[in-house]
């Protein structure tokens, strides 16, 4: 793991970002498009970093291999905090006619009562699709949370193996830790500016909150 003082101070300044960003939307007492807009532009930052992570790749010869159609990621628990599903709610019920949101929310019960009731690794470890995945893409994409944008992979091989072989402790998905961490850096900068104003964000599984 990186533990240079250039990367801790990038850590940082993610961080404060993601704070500054929350403290806009409390600066307009939270109203419910301030705080969307705020989302969005933290959401927009994260996405350039990642645009320039495929660039600087490319420029090396080497590959993130994430791309539209790739979805062995989109079958495990993803977890996000409220405020994030709540947007992701507002962009599905702005998108999609009544008789899709009903399927979506048939999709998230599914996958609710094959995970509702596991923990810890079996937890994990499961295998089922996202309620939002529909012809192997994000039905949703733009609205997707932290941790689906900054998951990514410089080997699809290792992505597909544990999906298959999820129980093998000794091959994990070869995800790039850079964005992983200044994404996590920027959503926790977000959190702790709504902690510091009383608010307390909560985390909960996808198909928790489609529900």
Not at 64 to 80: D, L, M, T, Y
Not at 134 to 146: G, I, L, N
């Amino acid at each position: 793991m990186t533990t240079n003082p250039q990367f801790e101070q990038l850590e940082k300044a993610f961080f404060h970002d993601g704070y500054q960003l929350a403290m806009k939307a409390i600066e307009a007492n939270m109203e419910q498009d301030a705080l969307h807009q705020s989302l969005k532009e933290m959401y927009e930052a994260i996405d350039g970093l990642i645009d320039s992570l495929f660039v600087y790749a490319r420029q090396q010869n080497q590959s993130i291999h994430c791309k539209r159609g790739c979805s062995w990621c989109c079958h495990q628990p993803v977890f996000a905090l409220d405020y994030e599903l709540d947007y992701l709610k507002m962009a599905i019920e702005n998108s999609f006619d009544a008789e899709t949101i009903s399927g979506i929310a048939e999709k998230a019960k599914q996958k609710q009562a094959k995970l509702g009731h596991l923990k810890g690794d079996e937890l994990m470890n499961a295998k089922h699709p996202c309620p939002l995945l529909k012809d192997d893409a994000c039905s949703v994409y733009e609205a997707r949370p932290m941790a689906c944008r900054i998951y990514l992979s410089s080997d699809v091989k290792s992505c597909v193996h544990f999906y298959n072989h999820p129980d093998d402790k000794t091959t994990y998905p070869a995800l790039l830790d850079m964005p992983m961490r200044l994404g996590r850096m920027m959503n926790e900068g977000f959190k702790s500016a709504l902690k510091t104003n009383g608010i307390e964000a909560k985390e909960f599984r996808i198909e928790e909150k489609l529900l």
